[in-house]
C-alpha cells in the first residue's frame, strides 16, 4: 500500500513539472522558477513520506533487538517479502527520478530542484538501507526461535 503511495506522488511530481511547463511557455506563469519550485516542493512531499518511514522500520527494529518477542517475528515471511518488494520501489523511483532528470532537464537544475532531488536520493538510499538491515535482524531473530 504504501508502495502504490509513494508511485503516485511521483507520478504526480512529474505531472505536476509537466503542466506547469507547458503553463509557462503559454506565458501564464514566470518561467523556471515556479515550475521548479512545483516539482521540488512534491519531490520533497516523498521525501517526507520515506522519512516517516525510516521511522517505521526503526520502530520495528528496535521491536526486534529488544528481545521482547518470545516467537518468531515474520514466521510466515510476509514482513520480508513487503520489504523486498519496498526496496524494489525505492530503487525504482530513484531510476525514474535519474531518467526524469536527464530527459526532461537535461541533467541541469536550479539549486532548488537539485537540493529536493538530492535529499530524496540521499533518503531513498538510506531507508534502503534501513529495510535491509531490519530483514536480517528479523532473519536473525526468527533463526534463534527455530523457524
Not at 514566470?30 to 517526507?48: H, K, M, N, S, Y
Not at 539549486?111 to 528479523?138: P, Q, V
Request: proline share 1%; net charge positive.
Amino acid at each position: 500500500m504504501l508502495t502504490v503511495a509513494i508511485r503516485q506522488l511521483f507520478t504526480a511530481a512529474v505531472q505536476s513539472l509537466k503542466s506547469a511547463a507547458a503553463r509557462a511557455l503559454n506565458g501564464a506563469l514566470p518561467p523556471g522558477v515556479l515550475v521548479e519550485f512545483r516539482c521540488a516542493r512534491r519531490i520533497d512531499a516523498l521525501t517526507r513520506r520515506l522519512v516517516g518511514m525510516q521511522r517505521k522500520i526503526a520502530n520495528m527494529s528496535a521491536h526486534v533487538l529488544s528481545g521482547s518477542a518470545r516467537g518468531a517475528v515474520d514466521a510466515d515471511h510476509k514482513l520480508r517479502r513487503m520489504l523486498a518488494e519496498f526496496k524494489q520501489d525505492l530503487n525504482g523511483v530513484r531510476r525514474e527520478l535519474a531518467t526524469w532528470h536527464t530527459r526532461e532537464c537535461r541533467g541541469r537544475t536550479g539549486a532548488l530542484l537539485a537540493a529536493a532531488i538530492e535529499r530524496l536520493n540521499r533518503i531513498a538510499a538510506d531507508t534502503y538501507m534501513a529495510a535491509d538491515r531490519l530483514g536480517f535482524e528479523i532473519d536473525e531473530h526468527d533463526r534463534r526461535f527455530g523457524r
